[in-house]
């Protein structure tokens, strides 16, 4: 029997880590504060607990990097994956689920596996010098006494932004003479359906009414600590896109495109919110794209403003939360431990990716490197060409730890196919006449590439391991 390791942390992260471990027979004690302690945003005491939205994004393996990500996770026998697939609910195009079924599943998974103990308490400092190979996996909201010690081993400055948190909505207050069920462009998503999302229409006058009521509306007062903080790009609260130009939210989460109301189906609409299904009763929807740091009180009051949800009832309102990552260009090897402390390893969503699925994508390697270092086998990288291996390229090689200044310029990145390798004959050529058809031949390029130099990385792994 191998020597157990520890892993910190049981969200994403750290159960996807533990599992990999316990499936190559490697003994996992898994410790997780909740609800011992809680952070700001958990809600439960379950593992790999989704503390937002309930979506793990686009599904489309061959044209969308994120979906290139779940598909190569699957391969790679993921736990996450198969709980979140196990679990989907209509979302179109992308892959949402049913949040409790889902890290209910986690949690019996690991819980029964012989291989795992788990342990509820905080971990409030360095690990005991007893533990030779552990992996730190306590993500964004890191308690403060883990936060502090590990600043002071690397002596490397945390870096804080805010992440924000969308509204989510009763359905049964929403008007549905106003609104109407359509997935944008009607495209089938993974869940079967084609109808998955409820559509609020806004037209021009409604739609000025609304940014006027936005960059007017009172927002939380900035605390020391987030004044000096950039906005995740990503992520920016809706009030600050409205600041930055009056059609920015018609461009962006409010985009009419590819809807169609059946109430009024020869008006065009100015701009649509939309909501997507949050629970498998259907009894829960949340406001796409609508993360904002408005005062409670001015979210249902201008929200209100929606057409079709006048008489909307929240079961969640919007709001911020402090991020915690490493610098991990600067501290971290490519197998993901501390340079300087090499028992230590570190995932999700600390070591600077961002994402339920990015994070757990880092603690699948995190935990396959722990189990070959115990199990003395070669540690192997996925290839750069991969989503794997240009996420680990991202958070441990491929990119610039500094700038000019000597400013700390890493930031947290979803899987994006700009992180990838170019192909080595070039770029794909553009079929005549058809718009946008050079970016999804290199994007389907990339994907099948990916996912060919995956299965090899996979197989080579195995026999290494049979042998
Ligand atoms: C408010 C908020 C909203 C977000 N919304 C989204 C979203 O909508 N979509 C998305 O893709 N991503 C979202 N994210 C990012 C999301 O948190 C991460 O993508 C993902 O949960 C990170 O996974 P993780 O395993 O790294 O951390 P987590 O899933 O947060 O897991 C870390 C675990 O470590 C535990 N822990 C912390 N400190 C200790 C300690 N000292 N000892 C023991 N246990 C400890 C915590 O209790 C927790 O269970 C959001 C983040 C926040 C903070």
């Known amino acids: 029997m191998a020597k157990e390791v520890h892993v910190i942390g049981g969200g994403l992260a750290g159960s996807e880590a533990a599992w990999q471990l316990v499936?190559?027979?490697?003994?996992?004690?898994?410790?997780?504060?909740?609800?011992t302690c809680r952070t700001e945003a958990h809600q439960t005491d379950a593992l790999a607990e989704l503390v937002c939205s309930n979506s793990f994004r686009s599904d489309d393996a061959a044209n969308n990097a994120v979906g290139l990500l779940h598909e190569e996770m699957r391969r790679a026998n993921s736990l996450i994956m198969a709980a979140a697939d196990r679990h989907k609910l209509p979302a179109g195009g992308a892959l949402a689920v049913d949040r409790d079924g889902f890290s209910q599943e986690v949690s019996a998974a690991l819980a029964n596996h012989p291989l795992v103990t788990i342990v509820r308490e905080e971990i409030d400092g360095l690990p005991p010098a007893g533990w030779d190979s552990v992996i730190v996996a306590t993500g964004p909201l890191t308690s403060p006494a883990l936060a502090q010690a590990i600043q002071t081993l690397t002596g490397q400055a945390e870096l804080a932004f805010?992440?924000?948190?969308?509204?989510?909505?009763?359905?049964?207050?929403?008007?549905?003479?106003?609104?109407?069920?359509?997935?944008?462009?009607?495209?089938?998503?993974?869940?079967?359906?084609?109808a998955d999302y409820i559509n609020c229409p806004l037209d021009k006058a409604q739609y000025d009414a609304f940014i006027d009521a936005l960059i007017a509306g009172e927002k939380t007062a900035f605390k020391e600590w987030e004044a000096s903080t950039p906005y995740f790009e990503g992520c920016l609260p809706i009030e600050v896109m409205a600041e930055r130009g009056r059609e920015t939210l018609a461009h962006g989460p409010m985009k009419p495109v590819g809807l169609s109301s059946p109430h009024r189906p020869d008006t065009r609409p100015c701009a649509v919110v939309q909501l997507r299904q949050d629970n498998a009763?259907?009894?829960?929807?949340?406001?796409?794209?609508?993360?904002?740091?408005?005062?409670?009180?001015?979210q249902v009051r201008i929200f209100r403003m929606i057409p079709g949800l006048e008489q909307a009832e929240f079961a969640r309102l919007g709001g911020l939360h402090l991020n915690t990552f490493l610098n991990s260009p600067v501290l971290l090897d490519g197998s993901l431990r501390l340079k300087d402390d090499p028992r230590l390893r570190f995932a999700g969503q600390i070591t600077g990716v961002e994402g339920y699925v990015e994070s757990a994508a880092i603690g699948l390697l995190?935990?396959?490197?722990?189990?070959?270092?115990?199990?003395?086998?070669?540690?192997?990288?996925?290839?750069?060409?991969?989503?794997?291996?240009?996420?680990?390229?991202?958070?441990?090689?491929?990119?610039?730890?500094?700038?000019?200044d000597g400013a700390r310029s890493f930031q947290p990145m979803n899987v994006n196919f700009g992180l990838f390798p170019p192909l080595p004959a070039g770029e794909p050529r553009r079929e005549k006449g058809v718009r946008g058809s050079r970016t999804l031949a290199r994007k389907q390029a990339l994907s099948a590439r990916a996912l060919a130099d995956l299965d090899r990385w996979l197989a080579g792994d195995a026999a290494t391991a049979a042998a």
């Not at 499936?23 to 609800?35: G, I, K, Q």
């Not at 009763?281 to 001015?298: D, I, P």
Request: contains cysteine.
């Open 281 to 298: 009763l259907g009894t829960l929807w949340n406001m796409v794209g609508f993360q904002t740091k408005l005062k409670h009180g001015e």
């Open 366 to 404: 995190a935990g396959r490197f722990a189990a070959a270092e115990r199990l003395g086998r070669p540690l192997s990288s996925p290839p750069p060409t991969t989503a794997f291996g240009a996420l680990l390229a991202h958070i441990t090689g491929g990119h610039l730890s500094q700038e000019g």
């Open 162 to 194: 805010f992440d924000a948190i969308a509204p989510i909505v009763h359905r049964e207050s929403i008007d549905m003479s106003v609104c109407w069920l359509q997935s944008r462009y009607d495209k089938v998503g993974p869940g079967g359906g084609n």
């Open 23 to 35: 499936s190559a027979a490697v003994p996992v004690t898994l410790h997780e504060m909740r609800p």
